[in-house]
């Protein structure tokens, strides 16, 4: 991860600046809104589908346990080709949203898992996340400091930060809602049958879609004014 040093303007710092003054700072929100955008998206799926696992498919723990962790070699193989992506586009934030894209389908997988084809299923999904996994992790490790203020740079990484955590905490809450809200419901989608913990993983995929399209739109105004996208 790059770390930008950070600059002091010299002014007395208050409280409320931390919130004030990235706001009024329009470049620099759009950065702050792709990370709320995943922030949020990311965190819809929540702890739910881990249950639905447990409970419903009667995958053993140990054995989501041992598929977690080939997160780590992929993160250690996938982490430089994502690099050799930046060389090529020179865009963090295209590279995100590429990311966002392909891991969007891995809730579309999850989706799909039941107790008759978990064994292949439940892996695949699995391989397809952890490659854009580490893409992702990559890519918000520099992408709070884009068109970042060259003075104050940590008073608007702690708002980058502060707006990200609302966004996650609001993701997760909104998952809490609809489990309470659609216990015992059946949806019959394409001719298959998917509880709540199945049909919401569509749900966070579509949201996910629908933020890539905004990133899209943000990276390619921001280049036309010519500030880093």
């Not at 409320?16 to 706001?23: A, E, H, S």
């Not at 702890?47 to 041992?66: P, W």
Request: charged share 10%; proline share 4%; net charge positive.
């Amino acid at each position: 991860m790059r770390e930008y040093p950070y600059a002091s303007s010299g002014e007395r710092v208050r409280l409320t600046d931390v919130f004030t003054k990235p706001i009024k700072d329009k470049v620099y929100m759009r950065t702050v809104i792709i990370a709320v955008l995943y922030g949020f998206s990311i965190n819809i799926p929540s702890t739910f589908y881990t249950v639905y696992l447990l409970q419903n498919v009667q995958v053993g723990y140990t054995y989501i346990t041992a598929l977690s962790l080939l997160n780590i070699p992929c993160m250690i193989i996938f982490t430089p080709l994502w690099r050799k992506v930046i060389g090529r586009t020179g865009s963090w934030l295209q590279m995100i949203q590429i990311a966002m894209t392909g891991y969007l389908f891995n809730y579309v997988l999850l989706s799909l898992v039941t107790p008759a084809n978990y064994t292949y299923m439940y892996p695949l999904a699995m391989l397809v996340a952890y490659p854009f996994n580490a893409g992702l992790a990559l890519g918000f490790a520099n992408e709070l400091y884009i068109n970042m203020p060259a003075e104050n740079g940590t008073l608007y990484s702690a708002f980058h930060t502060v707006a990200y955590s609302i966004a996650s905490f609001l993701g997760v809450t909104v998952s809490r809602a609809i489990m309470q809200h659609t216990e015992g419901v059946v949806l019959n989608i394409l001719g298959m049958p998917m509880i709540n913990k199945q049909f919401y993983l569509l749900l966070a995929a579509a949201v996910m879609g629908i933020s890539t399209v905004i990133i899209y739109f943000l990276r390619r105004n921001l280049a036309k004014q010519g500030y880093d996208s």
